[in-house]
């Protein structure tokens, strides 16, 4: 329960502390807690031809969802698409035209029946696992979140899942870590539920134990349910809810469309969306025996007493925090957000005095071919190795963050195209000699892009992209670059 405490004691005491006087009662009747959203317009996506006669012809794209996943996604009494999911599709409309009208289901399992009858064109949000790749296609992550194991307040802290024995897990049937946890977990005995406030609800009562939940989920359904002797007990790298948009495979312009409006969500708009639900209220009725009122002002005293413990301990939970919040859980590099947070400045900065910078964009070749053979734990062992050779193969001033699943992005200070793709070449012909435990060798293709003076971070790294993917249709293992060089100044230093 750590996770929740922790966060409502830090917005409840930064409130109390500014406070005095006749301003500190009505807040102990009314406390609002957070912030309105600040209004961004939203940044409209160029489509192609093909992508605009697409629109043009499909007047409606039903979508279906998951009616009882809250805070993600829900339908209402009113029949509306509501939660996190619902405001990032609506950006998703915003930005390309595409007019995403809801399809309405009673259950998941009743969503997932519809999307494989043809009924809706595209699932909101879900996990990509082989069973679904049978009809689906997927776009890029519309939101990820990690998973959490949730267990009795006096169950231990679970550092391997794979040792547990005569242990009872709750999952919610027709999701996919149901379907990776049957797989990859036979030590553990599965509980189907039909809803996964029942699989909580199993855990708290005793009759399993442990449950598998999105942070964000286990987050809003603990705190609204009141169930505190339940407690979050580990993390299992690798099983990350990476939320796509699930396409029918004859529609490969619709998932082209939605990848466009996806990427130009941004991370202020992406932000906004999560405060907006996540931000708690909580309202107390009007005192009016007196007598309370004393009590109240009593238990106001000790509160204070203790404010200044809990905020030296909140700065040291929220410097932990933003850490993790910036680092890959399984490799231990930056991930995309923390390189994201200082890519802008970067370029800016390369571009204002005119200094060379380059990205080089890898992805791992067959990758989905060594979780389907050795599994997905092999698979992380795989990316965690690969990671540490590319890092200890790159000079101190570079700096490689694992952009997303099997891709990783190295930013190049003082470079040039030229010398990046030498570094690519380099790091390519290290990786094909090395032996990976338990797979033997693999290949990687890359490809690189040198920052030019109208860029911003998006294009950058988009044509760096884009040329990975050239490399890929090129026979892969291979680097990939653009004919032309980058009209930006020549670095003198060499790799």
Excluded at 104 to 132: D, F, I, Y
Excluded at 246 to 263: A, H, W
Aim: glycine share 6%; charged share 20%.
């Amino acid at each position: 329960m750590d996770s929740v405490f922790v966060v409502a004691v830090k917005r409840y005491f930064s409130r109390i502390l500014g406070l005095t006087g006749h301003a500190l009662w009505p807040m102990l009747l009314l406390l609002l807690l957070g912030s309105p959203p600040l209004s961004a317009a939203p940044l409209q996506v160029a489509l192609t031809l093909t992508d605009k006669a697409y629109v043009s012809a499909h007047p409606v794209v039903p979508v279906c969802v998951d009616p009882d996943w809250l805070p993600f996604e829900a339908i209402d009494q009113h029949q509306n698409h509501v939660g996190i999911v619902a405001d990032l599709l609506a950006l998703v409309r915003e930005k390309t035209g595409l007019q995403i009208q809801l399809y309405p289901t009673t259950s998941w399992e009743e969503s997932l029946a519809a999307s494989q009858s043809g009924q809706c064109l595209a699932l909101s949000a879900l996990n990509q696992t082989p069973e679904r790749e049978q009809w689906l296609i997927f776009t890029d992550p519309l939101l990820e979140d990690p998973n959490v194991l949730i267990t009795r307040e006096d169950h231990p802290f679970i550092s391997d899942l794979a040792s547990l024995e005569n242990h009872s897990i709750a999952l919610q049937r027709g999701t996919a870590m149901a379907e990776l946890f049957a797989r990859d977990f036979p030590n553990l005995t599965i509980i189907d539920t039909d809803t996964e406030t029942e699989a909580v609800q199993l855990v708290a009562d005793g009759k399993a134990d442990l449950t598998l939940r999105s942070l964000v989920v286990a987050a809003h359904t603990i705190k609204r349910a009141g169930w505190y002797n339940l407690k979050v007990s580990g993390q299992i790298p690798g099983y990350e809810n990476q939320l796509r948009i699930g396409v029918l495979k004859s529609e490969l312009t619709l998932r082209n469309i939605l990848n466009r409006g996806i990427f130009a969500i941004s991370e202020q708009e992406r932000q906004q969306v999560m405060d907006r639900h996540l931000n708690l209220q909580v309202v107390s009725e009007v005192v009016t025996d007196h007598t309370l009122a004393y009590g109240l002002g009593l238990l106001l005293l000790a509160v204070i007493g203790t404010s200044l413990f809990w905020m030296r301990r909140l700065g040291a939970v929220n410097k932990q925090l933003n850490i993790m919040a910036q680092t890959d859980a399984l490799t231990q590099l930056t991930n995309r957000h923390g390189l994201n947070s200082t890519l802008a400045t970067d370029l800016e900065r390369a571009q204002r005095y005119q200094h060379p910078l380059s990205v080089i964009m890898m992805d791992i070749d067959h990758f989905k071919q060594i979780n389907d053979q050795y599994g997905h734990l092999t698979g992380d062992k795989v990316l965690v190795e690969c990671s540490r050779l590319l890092k200890d193969n790159l000079r101190k001033s570079d700096i490689i963050c694992r952009w997303g699943g099997e891709e990783f992005l190295i930013l190049c200070f003082e470079t040039t195209q030229e010398q990046a793709t030498l570094l690519a070449q380099l790091l390519l012909e290290k990786l094909r000699h090395h032996h990976f435990t338990e797979v033997g060798s693999i290949t990687v293709s890359a490809g690189v892009a040198q920052a030019r003076p109208n860029d911003n971070a998006e294009t950058l790294t988009q044509r760096a992209d884009t040329l990975l993917y050239e490399a890929k249709h090129n026979g892969r293992d291979r680097v990939c670059v653009a004919d032309a060089t980058p009209d930006l100044a020549t670095a003198t230093s060499d790799l």
